[in-house]
């Protein structure tokens, strides 16, 4: 799956948008509180609410499938592509094609064009999982070691 992250640019397929790693913005809280923090920073909600986590609730980094899973599609990197939250989430099932008729892609016009080194906070993520390693999940171990992999470290 980070191949697809990477592949993509950490860019959404459908709206343009630069995505985000959830557990980077987990463990940046967890880092803020760690130090003091009093007040609850919304950069993080397991469940991605918008009241608790409004960046997440539009732009967590999702895998979406070009054809669904539901609908026969397979896991292999061509069907797979970055999805933001909002989008993967208005996507839900639909086939690609339909979607992207109900909903044309319509990039964002920023001043200096696309962003050519983004990558979704995921850098941050490695540096701060070292420092929590005994709070990282099943999951986030397998992200943390693909990712060091992808850096090279």
């Not at 980077?24 to 986590?53: C, E, I, N, Q, S």
Request: charged share 25%; proline share 4%.
């Amino acid at each position: 799956m980070v191949r697809v992250f990477f592949r993509d640019r950490w860019l959404c397929r459908w709206c343009g948008r630069p995505t985000i790693f959830a557990p980077a913005l987990k463990y940046l809280t967890l880092m803020a509180k760690d130090h003091g923090l009093k007040a609850a920073p919304a950069w993080y909600d397991v469940h991605f609410r918008r009241d608790a986590a409004p960046l997440l609730d539009e732009q967590a980094a999702n895998i979406d499938h070009h054809l669904a899973h539901s609908a026969g599609g397979g896991n292999e990197e061509e069907n797979l592509w970055t999805a933001c939250n909002k989008c993967n989430m208005r996507k839900s099932n639909a086939l690609a094609d339909a979607h992207g008729k109900r909903n044309p892609i319509r990039r964002i016009k920023g001043r200096y064009g696309e962003p050519t080194a983004w990558d979704g906070l995921s850098s941050l993520f490695v540096l701060l999982a070292d420092d929590y390693v005994d709070r990282l999940t099943v999951s986030e171990r397998a992200w943390l070691k693909a990712l060091k992999a992808h850096f090279g470290g």
